[in-house]
């Protein structure tokens, strides 16, 4: 089975601190994702890579970054957390090239204060 | 650009009841399809696909046929059950073109009462 594993499953930080949210997934998978997810905003893309050293912004990338220097692992980093930042992070993988689905991790719960 | 258009919740059904939930796609080409489920305080969870005009994807009683005449993907259930409630998703993957990112529809909140 596929498994997306995020690094916590809640969190909490302070104004001002710098985050790092952490997804490693263990099937060799090209692709990777950053989604937040927000109460009557759905599911949100922020940044995507399609391989190693490789990063795309999505819709909403203002205020992270992501790091994705090995194949199985995409780091999402909160350079200065804000309140506004508090959501549901949601990290997701899939095959190269094909049309096939994202498997996704757990969840981590963020919550800024 | 892709669009995913689903029908908007909640949706309140008793344990038994016949489930749709309508979803319509704006697409270039013709996409694969899903439907994702997320359980409280969980991920997404592939529910089921269909990746070719006509197929019919099932899983757990769920079934959901893609329709290219009138570009739909409707999710139903004959008889929904307590453990159903959730949050299910519907989303596209263009075939054409390069990219691989799922777009969603905003969600359809199903609570589903004994």
């Known amino acids: 089975d596929v498994k997306v594993t995020q690094s916590s499953r809640y969190l909490v930080k302070r104004t001002g601190e710098k985050v790092f949210l952490e997804c490693v997934q263990d099937?060799?998978?090209?692709?990777m994702f950053w989604y937040r997810q927000d109460p009557g905003l759905g599911l949100r893309l922020i940044y995507f890579?399609?391989?190693?050293?490789?990063?795309e912004k999505g819709d909403i990338p203002e205020g992270y970054s992501v790091s994705r220097e090995k194949k199985e692992r995409f780091s999402l980093i909160l350079e200065s957390a804000s309140t506004n930042q508090t959501s549901m992070y949601l990290c997701?993988?899939?095959?190269?090239?094909?049309?096939?689905?994202?498997?996704f991790g757990q969840g981590t719960r963020l919550t800024v204060v | 650009g892709d669009s995913v258009t689903q029908m908007e919740g909640p949706v309140t059904l008793s344990e038994e009841a016949f489930l749709t939930i309508n979803c319509t796609y704006t697409?270039?080409?013709?996409?694969?399809l899903f439907w994702y489920v997320q359980y409280p305080g969980e991920g997404l969870q592939l529910l089921l696909k269909?990746?070719?005009?006509?197929d019919k994807g099932s899983n757990k009683g769920f079934e959901a046929t893609y329709r290219k005449e009138t570009t739909s993907f409707h999710l139903e259930k004959g008889s929904v059950q307590v453990s159903d409630s959730a949050v299910y998703f519907c989303?596209?993957?263009?075939?054409?073109?390069?990219?691989?990112?799922?777009?969603f529809g905003s969600g359809t909140q199903l609570t589903v009462l004994p």
């Open positions: 099937m060799d998978h090209e692709n």
């Open positions: 269909a990746t070719k005009a006509d």
């Open positions: 997701a993988s899939s095959k190269g090239h094909s049309n096939t689905e994202a498997f």
């Open positions: 890579s399609y391989d190693v050293k490789m990063k």
């Open positions: 989303a596209l993957i263009p075939l054409s073109g390069s990219a691989r990112q799922l777009t």
């Open positions: 697409a270039t080409g013709y996409p694969s």
